[in-house]
């Protein structure tokens, strides 16, 4: 049984602008993400709504507590330890849908595979998902970013992060109508926990 690794952050309330956050010490962690933050907007026919998660350099994939957004989720046995070393056992696996937008305003359609699924489990986005790519993430206070690149290493893209107090997020847009979503730009993987030293893939 394979199990990923995560570091979860809690709020204190669902919004867009996180509350106050704090590292977890247990598990699993209070949604705060997923819930929709009210902003909609149209792309190619296609309505998306605003969802929010912190940029996790101990993440090994895209962890969150809604399905929406999943293409084809099926059962799974997959597990995430997260910062205290309590192992949460996530229900679904798939491929999620969404976009981003740069900082110029071009919106960005991406699949991320072998996305997770487990309800009440705080939204996290790995950023192995984008430097695995050979993209870059940029964690630099106010000047954070993602640096998206062709494979022949140019830049094409940067799109803004956010913070709020100790952490970094990216704003991103999950589509209503999952099957209208657009063929993505770019295509990022989940990875398994065996292929990081520091953890066990069995428990």
Not at 55 to 78: Q, V
């Amino acid at each position: 049984m394979s199990v990923d690794v995560a570091f979860v952050a809690r709020a204190d309330q669902p919004a867009c602008a996180p509350a106050r956050t704090q590292p977890c010490v247990r598990a699993p962690a209070r949604p705060e993400t997923d819930p929709p933050c009210g902003d909609t907007f149209v792309f190619k026919g296609v309505t998306y709504k605003r969802m929010t998660a912190p940029i996790d350099s101990g993440c090994t994939t895209f962890a969150c507590s809604s399905l929406a957004g999943f293409e084809n989720p099926r059962p799974t046995k997959r597990q995430m330890r997260i910062a205290d070393d309590n192992v949460v056992p996530m229900h679904y696996e798939g491929t999620f849908c969404g976009g981003m937008f740069s900082k110029d305003g071009r919106f960005i359609p991406f699949r991320i595979k072998d996305a997770v699924q487990a309800p009440g489990f705080t939204t996290l986005m790995s950023s192995g998902l984008f430097t695995d790519k050979g993209h870059g993430v940029a964690l630099e206070g106010v000047g954070s970013m993602i640096k998206l690149r062709n494979q022949d290493g140019t830049e094409v893209a940067e799109v803004p992060l956010r913070e709020h107090g100790r952490l970094t997020y990216l704003d991103y847009w999950v589509p209503v109508t999952v099957a209208d979503h657009p063929d993505e730009d770019f295509a990022f993987f989940g990875r398994d926990v065996r292929h990081r030293r520091t953890a066990c893939n069995r428990v």
